[in-house]
């Protein structure tokens, strides 16, 4: 046998080589080497690589990545590199607590190869950057699509880290020294916005060793095999529990890494290639799918057995040639390999191989595979082949089926490996796209061979079983007129027919604008207001040509219009049904048809709003359209009148299941108003789409996800005709694509064709395309119109039926006594005797189409109506007359007749008459009998019409003109012209006539035989037209300001000049005319050759205009308020000027005119240079305006006060005061008055200068009030009343009162007021001595209010908020109030009880719990579709709760103190080492959420604050002591809690009310210190020996540390630059000073009281919580770790941790010692 030996000495060369071996294995074996040095990516300094630390255990400065990246389903956005072979995304713990241990880790790694390595005194360096190089992304690009044919990657950035000649640790001795063994490798992550890969390279010289010692060997001889592959790290549930997440193995003993140079998964040895991140759904990596050949020189024998790599490439089965005889040949499995799933294990030697490595999910295909240990065989060396788990990962859309099973082991023969047979190659079954290479469907009578017994289909919503199968034969009917019906094994599909799509029930002609129609109903509370929505009218319309969607809603009321303005997924839905198709996608009619169902919930921020919308696809009508009604409820945020709202363009996923379509996004959107400016907000949508589904063909799948691209979005209310109007821009594409990528700038997939619309665009190459008229329509595709398919004979209607034209189509109705019969298609006779139509005295006769009544003998009449008396019958009224009367009355009605309405005209008789002429335009033309026009008979005013009663001449089809005219003149609801509406003149050939002019506008202009305009022919009205009959000069090409004119003038949805759009002059030659003006406006000004305005030359109507033959001076630049005036008249989707927008007015310089004025409101203003309003002048309309020259007085800033007045001013939409609102009173000066009074409610009170009230001076109304300049008595502290009060008026971010908020009332003592009302809406209750509501007492405004010294015998309905409500506020609180999408916030219901179905955040990864909350075994699930959890699902075993007592540790003098949950733990301390051999559970307190803790030494007491009781307790750290609660009211969110051993008093924290309280040890003498410039108060400490109070404030924006005297006299800031998040805080007796642990920085920093001194103890911590001091030793708890972890303040370095069994965060951190410590705190 042959042999070459390949060695690819560049990336590209890598392909032709193994195309070449490819070629050759027919008839020699090709051997590839492994990769060399100078293969791998460049590294080095040169390259612009960091170099890291020489070291055992060094980590990387944290990398921070340009844009993250996704790893498993998890967003990360920095990186650290270690020298032990690892990448993790987050900072690494110390080596000992990995180094050693196998996979999985508890943090996320990239280990191209973990091991003990030690790069002291130069042994190695270790490289690593990322980089956006474009040579670096290709290359990465080029892998990664060689290795996953099918991937749409393009990455964006790479990651690459080196480590070269690294050597492993060696414990030095005497008699060796260090090892040359040294190894080289690399990894480099790609990733872009969806996804990420990532390459292991090893070189052929690259691996020397392949595991290390570890350091606690003992002088055994063991070394542990290096790891290779993926760890997620632990994943955090229940915010208390943690969990092993997914991970993955390249290797598993040393053999297997060894041979990581040898082999490799790309075909190329020694390179490695997984998938290892997606944004939407990743359960574990994905290897590369390709495989390769070994460079292994040839020393004996020959006898080879190929295999691929995985079993759904089957490369080598394409070459018959090739059998090779393995009878004789020995297993060995030299090279195990596991991958991280255990489900994926090889088979054990000398078994049977057939079925070694098959899937264990039920849901992967059954895909049996071969022996994975066919080898290489040369004498005496044996290498493997292959090396990757087998186990299918193919991208959505394809789905693989088995090939034939291999032979299997005769019995008795089990020792004998079975012959090798050749494979069957996979057969691949593409499920979507389904149109190439697909058989053609048969109408009818296309069956599909299927195995019933195989089949079982379930969509979710129908069950199908071959009982029950429904067919074409019973149910065609249900199919559309445009679509045939098949037949499967299960049941029947539809189909659309070539030149329809939808869902086979529903279809529409491909490439026509579609219209929506329908109703909208519902209840909108905007504010507090509630609004009635009673069915108004919601039109749409889409131009399916280039994915705009226009929707209208009439006559929505005005406070609901502004607000329903960000509502834009109104009109989504029909973007989404309707979008312009990008490659491998396809629009929701093709999956909904005309029937669904479409749900969304919207949720404002930051107001909480929640808004339903749910929409109903009710079919088709009469003409095509489809039918949605809608119904929202729920409430809006109030918008100010005259507001703008801008939306950005965004992408949203949509996820398909069978019969649903979901997505879930958040949105931002601005807000402009005159009153706010630009504000800016959000909401998220979270919707789905349920519909039926037809899962009986296979051709029924669709790609799991796709995105909608949403490039433009305008919303706008007008006033004055109360529509809401939303216009979107929509394309649908496979997730990931970039709409405007270099493959998508065909003008078909940017939307910028000139295709008619109601044609469609099909790309060619390049920038070529087609435009091609769509189904229905007749045309060259820039011009089309619609196919009558009635005149032409083209129906598919039957006997007895008649046909009715619709755009783009036809319908057929039964002729009048017909009606369509079961199949929805044939016409059959009504029996209208049934229904017993005839006088009682009369007997019916049925006839075909028709019935007859006859008066029985001796009566007389019409059958309707007999009697006994003989005399003149009365007849019915005939279809003509009907039709006549109909119109008639309809004018009756309104009072007058329609404009142009045509009556016809009936004879005595009640028949049609033969002529009928239209009254108003004088055309007369000829009708059959039914009232139908006949073809060709028409005659316009003036001229002789036909002869009526001559018989018809055969009919000639109608030409493009009339098709054009008809079509035209249909337009209308009615049927009638448009105003306004060009209409073609036709000839009497019915060509079009060679002068065309518009009846409305007066141009006329010559056209060609299609009705195309020839350029250069256009008059103006009032000018001599061209002489048509003039030879055509050849044509010359349309100029660019005819292409601009003649946009313009087809930018509405119907084709026509848009109302107030400014339209170009050209003239005779296609050039811009000099002088333009607005038709509108009536400005003029002057344009160069290329339209562009010449600055300085626009006049206002009314006044001469500038000559622009004048040579132009040279051109100044724009000023900013050109720029800005022009900038605002191109804001509109079509560029115009904004209804109701303000245009800044210019002088001829180009300068701000001094006054401004609002053309739409009538306000004006005064404004500097700049064009900023100056303050105070501006003015109502109506009212002089200020007088904009006077020099300004030097203007005093407002004061408080006067803020505070007129922001209480400018609440309402006018800008007055909002009844009930209180309006503070200022002094000349704008100081606070001493005395304030409310002026609805007639209190009066006496406030500070600060405007804040003096406790005691509030008076009601009618009595005397306060002399406020009496000296104040000593102020007693504040109530809890008081401080709601007042807590109630500092809520705003200027800290004044929210409008519409309930604001307490207290009495003179500061009790609250036994009866509440709430100023704004008028509502009253009782309330007990805490303020709360009694229930069952309130009552609405205007009836009797109850009672409140009178006992109510109500039932309380109030309970108190449960332990998943608590966790949840705590933890949303701790994560800064935005939690991460991958950050777990319980999930509860309604009641307060766990959700049966709990994520981290928005992403896939749930499970489902138990009424407590605990995680029910079994049910955690990494898929899209979420669990299926059930509130009843049976609890756990009952076990008894331990008692809530205490299990003190024995004989320790020091013991740490830490709380986890729902106990508190101890950790005694040997010297100054975390004894965890006798840690132990102090107190076990079920239900309890411990944060602060703290220890008094004097009495042996343990304190703690309880988050989900909100209260504080105590117990004795005594054995079987008790909890003793000692205070339980008026606590919201205890946290940080300190105690003073001294003064006997304890202090505390409340982070949701922020305030710092204290009270004596037993809960008696509780006292507010603080409640003002707090935000989020977290750790509190007291120094007992100084009397001092420092308490950390991680207030985002400023955070802060500060201090007083426990009194709370002499407060003040401590530090408050350098810092982030101060989570935790203690006290360094020895050098007296305050030292903190920092979240934010990571960092644990000291610094003296009085700031001085400030010195960093540790850079890089990784989550702090809480810290105390002892004996020159720093311990904290991290919530990263889970653990205690000791840091020394002599070395700076970690010393010690300590990581309980229960993986849960652990909060508050004490010390407690059997004697009192010099110098506690």
């Given at each position: ?520 109903s519902g209840t909108v509370t905007v504010g507090s207001t509630p609004v009635e929505l009673n069915n108004i009218d919601l039109h749409a319309y889409i131009v399916v040509g280039d994915g705009r969607a226009y929707t209208a809603i009439s006559q929505v009321p005005e406070p609901v219009g502004w607000a329903l303005m960000p509502l834009a997924p109104i009109g989504e839905l ?1148």
């Open positions: 046998m042959q042999s070459c030996s390949l060695t690819p000495s560049s990336t590209m060369e890598r392909g032709v080589m193994l195309a070449v071996c490819l070629l050759c294995w027919s008839c020699s074996v090709c051997v590839v080497t492994a990769i060399k040095r100078t293969d791998m990516f460049s590294y080095g300094t040169l390259s612009g690589d960091l170099i890291l630390a020489e070291g055992d255990d060094e980590t990387s400065r944290v990398l921070s990545l340009p844009k993250p990246l996704f790893f498993y389903g998890s967003l990360f956005s920095q990186l650290y590199v270690a020298t032990n072979g690892i990448i993790s995304a987050q900072d690494l713990p110390m080596e000992k607590q990995y180094v050693d241990d196998g996979f999985p880790t508890d943090f996320p790694v990239v280990a191209p190869f973990l091991a003990d390595i030690d790069t002291s005194g130069g042994r190695g360096q270790i490289y690593y950057r990322v980089t956006e190089t474009p040579s670096v992304l290709n290359r990465v690009a080029q892998e990664v699509h060689r290795g996953f044919p099918d991937a749409k990657f393009t990455p964006t950035h790479v990651v690459v880290a080196t480590w070269e000649n690294v050597a492993a640790y060696e414990e030095q001795t005497r008699t060796t020294g260090p090892s040359d063994k040294v190894n080289t490798f690399q990894a480099v992550i790609g990733y872009d916005e969806t996804d990420s890969y990532v390459l292991f390279l090893y070189p052929e010289d690259g691996l020397n060793y392949f595991g290390t010692r570890p350091k606690e060997s003992y002088n055994v001889e063991i070394e542990l095999p290096a790891r290779v592959g993926f760890s997620r790290g632990e994943v955090t549930y229940l915010i208390f529990s943690r969990t092993e997440g997914p991970h993955y193995s390249v290797t598993s003993d040393e053999q297997s890494v060894k041979n990581l140079y040898q082999v490799g998964n790309t075909g190329i040895p020694g390179v490695w290639l997984f998938h290892t991140g997606n944004r939407y759904s990743f359960d574990n990596i994905v290897p590369a799918s390709i495989g390769g050949l070994l460079d292994t020189p040839p020393t004996g024998g020959h006898s080879l057995s190929l295999d691929s790599t995985t079993p759904e490439y089957g490369e080598f089965e394409e070459y018959p040639d090739n059998t090779f005889d393995s009878e004789n040949q020995e297993e060995e499995e030299d090279y195990p390999h596991t991958g991280g799933d255990p489900e994926f294990q090889p088979a054990p030697a000398g078994g049977d191989h057939s079925e070694s490595l098959q899937p264990a999910s039920p849901d992967a295909p059954s895909s049996p595979s071969e022996d994975s240990g066919h080898q290489l065989s040369y004498g005496s060396e044996d290498v493997p082949l292959t090396s990757e788990p087998r186990y299918s990962s193919e991208p959505a859309g394809r789905q693989y089926a088995p090939p034939n099973p291999p032979e299997r082991v005769p019995e008795g023969d089990a020792q004998r490996t079975p012959k090798q047979q050749p494979q069957v190659p996979l057969e691949v079954v593409d499920v979507y796209p389904s149109h190439r290479n697909e058989p053609p469907l048969s109408p009818g009578g296309h069956v599909v061979s299927v195995d019933e017994d195989d089949v079982d289909f379930d969509t979710g919503v129908i069950q199908y079983t071959t009982e029950n199968k429904e067919t074409c034969a019973r149910f065609q009917q249900q199919c559309s007129q445009n679509a045939f019906c098949s037949d499967y094994a299960t049941g029947f599909c539809c189909h659309c027919r070539p030149g329809f799509y939808g869902n086979g029930r529903h279809c529409l002609p491909e490439g026509a604008p579609q219209r929506v129609s329908g109703k909208v029909f973007g989404w049904l309707f979008a312009l198709e990008l490659p491998n996608s396809q629009a929701g009619f093709k999956i909904t048809g005309a029937e669904f169902t479409r749900r969304a919930e919207v949720i404002f921020y930051p107001g909480n709003q929640r808004l339903s919308i749910i929409q109903t696809g009710r079919g088709l009508d009469d003409h095509n359209h489809l039918t949605v009604d809608t119904v929202v409820s729920g409430n809006v945020p109030f918008l100010p009148p005259g507001a703008e709202i801008t939306m950005e363009p965004f992408k949203e996923t949509y996820q398909y299941y069978p019969s649903v379509a979901t997505s879930s996004s958040v949105r931002e959107f601005s807000v402009v108003s005159a009153e706010q400016g630009s504000e800016s907000f959000s909401f998220q949508l979270k919707q789905n789409i349920t519909y039926r589904d037809c899962r009986h063909d296979n051709r029924a799948a669709v790609l799991e996800t796709l995105q909608i691209i949403m490039e433009r979005v305008f919303v706008m209310y007008v006033k004055e005709e109360r529509i809401l109007r939303y216009a979107i821009t929509n394309k649908i594409s496979p997730v990931g694509v970039d709409p405007t990528g270099p493959e998508l700038v065909n003008p078909c997939y940017a939307g910028n064709h000139d295709c008619d619309t109601t044609a469609q665009c099909i790309p060619l190459e390049g920038q070529a395309f087609q435009c091609q008229c769509a189904t229905g329509y007749r045309g060259d595709g820039r011009n089309c119109y619609d196919i009558d398919e009635c005149a032409e004979g083209l129906s598919s209607c039957r006997a007895h039926s008649q046909c009715v034209n619709l755009p783009g189509g036809h319908r057929c109705q039964c002729q009048s006594g017909y009606e369509f019969g079961f199949d929805g298609r044939t016409c059959v006779d009504i029996d209208e005797c049934s229904s017993s139509p005839c006088h009682v005295s009369a007997r019916c006769i049925n006839g075909l189409g028709s019935f007859l009544c006859q008066c029985q003998p001796g009566f007389y009449g019409d059958g309707f109506y007999c009697s006994q008396t003989e005399g003149q019958t009365v007849r019915p009224r005939s279809q003509c007359e009907q039709h006549r009367d109909s119109l008639q009355s309809g004018m009756e009605q309104s009072g007058r007749p329609s404009p142009g309405a045509f009556i016809p005209q009936c004879d005595s008789d009640g028949r049609y008459q033969p002529l009928q002429c239209h009254g108003s335009t004088g055309h007369c033309w000829c009708v059959d009998s039914r009232g139908q026009e006949r073809a060709g008979t028409r005659t316009p005013p003036g001229t002789a019409p036909k002869d009526c009663d001559r018989p018809d001449e055969p009919v000639r089809p109608k030409t493009h003109c009339e098709h054009h005219r008809d079509s035209v003149q249909t337009t209308s609801p009615e049927g009638y012209p448009i105003v306004g509406a060009y209409v073609p003149q036709c000839d009497a050939n019915g060509q079009y006539t060679l002068l065309q002019c518009h009846g409305s506008s007066g141009h006329c202009w010559c056209v060609d035989g299609n009705g195309q305009e020839r350029a250069g022919t256009r008059t103006p009205p009032g000018t001599t037209p061209t002489d048509c009959s003039k030879p055509v000069e050849p044509e010359r090409p349309k100029t660019y300001c005819e292409h601009h004119r003649d946009r313009v003038q087809t930018t509405s949805p119907d084709g026509y000049p848009v109302i107030g759009a400014y339209v170009p002059q050209c003239d005779a030659n296609g050039q811009y005319r000099s002088l333009q003006c607005h038709g509108s406006t009536g400005q003029c000004w002057c344009v160069d050759e290329r339209g562009q305005e010449r600055v300085g030359t626009r006049t206002p109507p009314g006044t001469p205009s500038v000559d622009c033959d004048r040579p132009g001076e040279p051109e100044r630049p724009k000023t900013h308020c050109e720029h800005h005036r022009d900038g605002v008249q191109t804001t509109s989707p079509e560029g115009y000027p904004l209804v109701g927008a303000y245009v800044p007015q210019c002088d001829a310089d180009g300068q701000y005119t001094p006054l401004q004025c609002h053309s739409s409101t009538g306000h004006c203003w005064c404004v500097d240079s700049r064009g900023q309003e100056k303050a105070g002048t501006r003015t109502s309309p109506g009212a002089p305006p200020t007088d904009c020259h006077k020099p300004d007085e030097p203007e005093r800033p407002k004061t408080h006060c006067e803020h505070h007045r007129h922001r209480a001013q400018a609440t309402s939409q006018e800008g007055y005061p909002i009844v009930g609102v209180y309006v503070p009173q200022c002094d000349a000066d704008g100081q606070y008055l001493q005395l304030q009074c409310h002026s609805s409610t007639g209190h009066c009170w006496c406030v500070d200068r600060r405007g804040q009230e003096r406790t005691g001076t509030r008076t009601p109304p009618g009595t005397q009030p306060k002399d406020c300049n009496r000296p104040d008595e000593p102020e007693r502290p504040k109530t809890h009343c008081e401080h709601h009060r007042d807590r109630v008026q500092t809520t705003s971010p200027e800290g004044y009162p929210i409008v519409g908020a309930h604001l307490p009332q207290c009495d003179a003592e500061g009790q609250y007021l036994p009866r509440q009302c709430h100023g704004s809406t008028g509502d009253c209750w009782c309330v007990d001595g805490r303020g709360q509501e009694r229930a069952g007492t309130r009552t609405p405004p205007g009836t009797p209010s109850v009672d409140c010294d009178r006992p109510v015998p109500v039932a309380p309905t109030q309970r108190p908020e449960s332990v998943c409500e608590r966790w949840r506020t705590s933890l949303i609180e701790h994560y800064g109030g935005k939690p991460d999408a991958q950050q777990y916030v319980p999930q509860c219901e309604q009641d307060g009880q766990f959700s049966p179905v709990q994520c981290y955040g928005e992403t896939t990864y749930c499970w489902c719990v138990d009424q407590d909350g605990r995680e029910v075994p079994g049910t955690r699930s990494h898929d899209v579709v979420k669990p299926a959890c059930l509130p009843s699902v049976a609890p756990p075993t009952v076990r008894p709760l331990p008692r809530p007592d205490v299990t003190p540790p024995t004989n320790t003098d020091i013991t740490l103190l830490y709380a986890q949950g729902q106990k508190i733990g101890a950790l005694p301390l040997n010297g100054t080492r975390l004894d965890a051999t006798r840690s132990k559970t102090l107190l076990t307190l079920h239900g309890s959420i411990v944060v602060g803790i703290a220890y008094d030494c004097k009495e042996n007491q343990v304190y703690w604050t309880d988050l989900s009781a909100r209260t504080i307790n105590r117990a004795s750290m005594a054995t079987g002591a008790e909890p003793e609660i000692l205070i339980n009211t008026n606590l919201v969110s205890p946290e940080g809690l300190a105690v003073d051993v001294k003064r006997r008093l304890m202090f505390w924290v409340d982070s949701n009310p922020d305030m710092i309280e204290s009270a004596n040890l037993d809960g008696s003498g509780r006292r507010t210190l603080f409640d003002t410039d707090l935000v989020n108060p977290r750790a509190i400490i007291v120094v007992s020996s100084t009397g001092t109070l420092y308490w950390t404030d991680w207030n985002r924006e400023a955070p802060k540390i500060e201090s007083s005297s426990v009194d709370g006299q002499n407060r003040r800031v401590v530090v408050s630059e350098g810092i982030g998040l101060p989570n935790a805080l203690t006290y360094d007796s020895s050098s007296r000073q305050v030292c903190w642990a920092d979240a934010g920085t990571k960092r644990l920093e000291c610094v003296s009281p009085d700031g001085s001194g400030r010195r960093v103890v540790h850079p890089s911590l990784n989550y702090p919580f809480s810290m105390v001091y002892y004996r020159n030793h720093f311990y904290y708890t991290d919530w990263r770790r889970d653990g205690v972890i000791a840091v020394s303040k002599d070395s700076s370095q970690i010393t010690d941790e300590y990581l309980p069994d229960q993986r849960s965060h652990l909060y508050g951190i004490a010390i407690a010692t059997t004697h009192c410590l010099s110098g506690s705190h």
